[in-house]
């Protein structure tokens, strides 16, 4: 069976692949498994971040600290505009990729059509990136503003202070999540360029980006050192 180019394994690689990352993102972020990610760990010390911050005087450091999550959300919304204006310059190449590919040994990827579809797949997973890099930048700079209208201690009662801490703390996860979302992007779509050559090598590289990224999530030595 073949649709616009693409055979039955094809499109069973793509459905795969959706599958795979749609899976990945339920299960990290909504499964029961998700208490025992890295994300989970690492959100209760942004409580313990948020108390300490709404407690010290000197602001200063907290300030670095945030600035420096800006910065690196901010390089790769940046990244993915280029990659984007770089991917669609791709389309105006098409007849001198498919003699390149053409050449490739085991490569499934001959026409015009097939080529742009794949390429149109692999920008939208970048300009996905780019949103979510983009709210997330801009989720970041709400907690800033809510930080900096935080009352001073002692003025609320203490299960008031809490929720605000809690408060603070939930929106700065928040914001990470969607930068984690637009990260793990990057990643699938590195198994999606693997496309190009064919679809069973799409298939392979869509399985170790996924135990990769579920091998970060759950059993990294960092979470290993998180749970001492």
């Known amino acids: 069976m073949q649709l616009w180019g693409f055979s039955s394994i094809d499109i069973a690689a793509a459905v795969f692949f959706m599958l795979a990352w749609l899976g990945h993102f339920w299960i990290v972020n909504h499964s029961p498994l998700r208490v025992k990610t890295i994300t989970y760990h690492m ?73 742009e579809i794949k390429l149109l797949l692999i920008t939208c997973i970048f300009v996905f990136s780019f949103f979510k890099f983009a709210w997330s930048y801009r989720q970041f700079n709400y907690v800033m503003i809510v930080a900096g209208a935080a009352p001073q201690p002692g003025i609320q009662t203490a299960e008031e202070d809490d929720v605000y801490i809690r408060k603070m703390a939930a929106m700065h996860a928040l914001a990470a999540q969607h930068f984690t979302t637009g990260l793990n992007a990057y990643f699938f779509a590195l198994a999606a360029f693997t496309w190009f050559l064919n679809a069973w090598v799409f298939i392979c590289a869509t399985i170790w980006v996924t135990a990769v990224l579920f091998r970060r999530a759950f059993a990294s030595k960092f979470i290993n050192i998180l749970k001492e």
Do not use: C, H
């Open 43 to 115: 959100n209760k010390f942004r409580v313990q971040w948020m108390t300490a911050f709404y407690q010290r005087d000197a602001k200063m450091f907290d300030a670095l600290i945030q600035n420096g999550f800006q910065q690196g959300v901010l390089f790769f919304a940046s990244t993915s505009i280029l990659i984007v204006g770089a991917l669609l310059a791709g389309l105006g190449a098409t007849e001198q990729v498919i003699g390149v590919l053409t050449d490739l040994p085991f490569s499934a990827t001959t026409t015009r059509t097939v080529w």
